[in-house]
C-alpha cells in the first residue's frame, strides 16, 4: 500500500482504527450475512480509519457521530442491506459507489443510481484514486 502516502497528501484522513474496532465492524457485517471487510481495505483502516475529499468519502471501521466519515457496517446494514448479498459498499461520492464484491475478489466503482458497474480492478487503490479525484 504505498500508494496511501499519496493518498494523505491529497484528502483528509481519519486517525487508525483499532484492532477491536475492525472485529467489531466484521462481526456486525458477519451478524446481517454480509461479507467481511477484505484484507487490503483492513489495512488502509490501520493507517486511516475513513478517507474524504469534498463529496467523496471512503468509509470507516465503529464510526461514532462524525459528519466527515461514515461507519462501514452501518452504511451496508441500513442502506444497502438485500442489494447483492456478496456486495460491501466501502465508500461514495455524489455519482458512484466503492464496491467489493467478494465473490469475484474484486473492487468496483459503480453508478450510484443503476448500481452498474462503471469499471472493475482487483487492487484497491486504482478505484480510491478515482473514487476521492486524485491526479498525480
Not at 465503529?62 to 446494514?77: G, L
Amino acid at each position: 500500500m504505498s500508494d496511501v502516502k499519496n493518498i494523505e497528501e491529497n484528502v483528509g484522513c481519519n486517525v487508525p482504527a483499532t484492532e477491536a474496532q475492525i472485529r467489531i465492524c466484521n462481526l456486525k457485517l458477519k451478524q446481517n450475512n454480509l461479507p467481511e471487510l477484505p484484507a487490503e481495505y483492513v489495512e488502509l483502516l490501520k493507517k486511516h480509519n475513513g478517507l474524504s475529499n469534498e463529496d467523496a468519502k471512503v468509509f470507516g471501521a465503529e464510526i461514532k457521530n462524525n459528519n466527515w466519515y461514515k461507519d462501514v457496517a452501518d452504511f451496508n446494514i441500513n442502506y444497502f442491506h438485500g442489494n447483492k448479498s456478496d456486495w460491501l459498499v466501502l465508500g461514495e461520492s455524489d455519482f458512484s459507489f466503492l464496491v467489493y464484491d467478494s465473490s469475484q475478489k474484486k473492487y468496483y466503482m459503480t453508478d450510484r443510481d443503476s448500481m452498474e458497474e462503471e469499471h472493475s480492478e482487483i487492487n484497491i487503490m486504482p478505484i480510491l484514486d478515482d473514487l476521492l479525484r486524485i491526479e498525480y
